[in-house]
């Protein structure tokens, strides 16, 4: 018989996956039925109390990254709970599966599969609601307060495409990145952390950007000459009516290039951190 | 196949085989506290070692070493050519460490075997519902809702059956009730054979006096004391005795109400079964003159 890789062999791994599927079905299922409750009474919640515009796109688009931020982080950060106390550590440590299975594990867990059913249950809930709130507005029909312009019926909010949601969602879909980075160090958390890991990654995610925001006003800013700032990719200066007359950029391809490694490469690096950690830890 | 004791110790002593476990100059500390200071140690396979020590000697953090949970500082842990800190899976399969404390998942027995046994490709369920039968544990509970006793019958049944060729034992006799523990001894002493080894830390010598072939004692980082029991017996006499004069040339004696329990140079080879308990107290109070005599 042909061993067995030390590094990642599919049939452990599947027995891994199995394993963890059966011993947390019961904790998973709950956990999505407490959310897909939770975007029920809150939608129900602005359905009665916008007169206007109920489930429009900016409620849809917030509460999707809200919930996701929020319940995939706290998730997350669950994954690798049991290396918090030698007593649950030695029976995670101990099973016969290599470090890189487990953590991909938990990725397909804690990354992969939280967010397609986050978002699966975001649009069952979702979609039922925005046809009863366009269905109250067919049936009494209304202008936005003191004009005359007639409220439309609403879209359902297109997380993939950012279509009716704002400007820098919708070219460069950064919420929707930025969630796999945000998961990816939350997952790191929980094994670097020995206790109160959310906690602690919640300082930790905080304080770096309080950093990147200092770096930004008090180091970028002042280099640049006056009436110049930076944007996501580049440099503009505004003319005296506040629109873009000169812009710095590189070019397109290399500017698509560099948007991508800002999308993809932080959650890859962290899942490296993690799985550097994860052969690391001791108990 | 289980192998007589006295068969084990003369596979010890004549012949050549190789170390399972070797363990060169270890050295290992919790922040400032150091808890070993270059221990050296060799398990072979088809012994039973009972790993003596005061509380805080590091007995757990010893076994965590060989296990790959801890790793050591300064020094070198082989565990058959594996180096147990890297955790491979071909590793971990043939080390089975049950910690004093543990958890396991709310789910029903034979849901859990379901799912630990293909780890362990020597997993034998036959052997398993056997030593599960031995110990009287309901096969249909839940996990989460038996006893700590209980839950330890099953991870001793499970360890066994996963036969490995390394048991590491944390205390495995607390929380066990007295026909539990024998049950744990009977167990246990089927369960040895020539391709396995079986570390037992513990505090409580006398649940495994009839059970250990060789008695490892740690103690100020190092181990200070390793003897097999048929050589202490051939070395030392240990007996009771109102005899003023005997007494005073016991190397360690206390008053009990049979007279006064004594350690004795055996040098008439006379026979008895040593108290490892008392061996533990006397190594404890004066190292040098009970290790002289198996090191002259």
Redesign the interface.
Known sequence: MK??S?LF?WS?WC?LV??HW??NRKRYLLALLAIAGLLIVWFSFILVMDKYTPMNVIYQYMTYFVGLYITGSLYASTLFAELSS??????F???????L?KLLCALLFGILLFFVVYTIIFYAVDIPLVRIANRIIASSPRNYPNTTIRILAMPVYNVFTGAYGPGFEKEMHLFLFAFFSVQSAFLLGSVYFTRYSFIRMVVVLAVGLLGIMTVQARVILPLLPSGWYNGWTGWFSRDAAGNTDKLVALPESAENAVILLVQCAPPVLLWIVTWYRL?EK?? | MQIPKFHRILVYYFTSTPSMVSIQNLYFSYGRRKVFDSLNLELKPGTIYGLLGRNGTGKSTLL?NI?????PQQGSIDAFGYTPGK????F??R???L?E???L???GLQ?WIK??A???SLFDKPQFERYIGEFNVPTDARLNEMSYGQQKKVLISFALATNAPLLLLDEPTNGLDIVSKSQFRKVIAGAIDEKRSILISTHQVRDLEQLIDRIMIIDEGRIVFDQDLERIASKLLFKFSFDPEEAARAMYRESSLKGNALILRNTDQEDSRPDLEMLYKAITLDPKTLTSIFHP
């Open positions: 061993p067995r030390e062999n452990r027995l199995s394993k059966d011993e030698k007593r649950d550590g030695v029976g440590l101990a099973l016969p599966a290599s470090q299975e052969k001791q108990v | 965590r296990g790959g949970f801890l790793f955790r491979q899976p071909s971990l399969e080390v089975f460490l910690p404390d543990f958890q998942p709310p789910i849901r799912h630990m293909p780890f362990y």
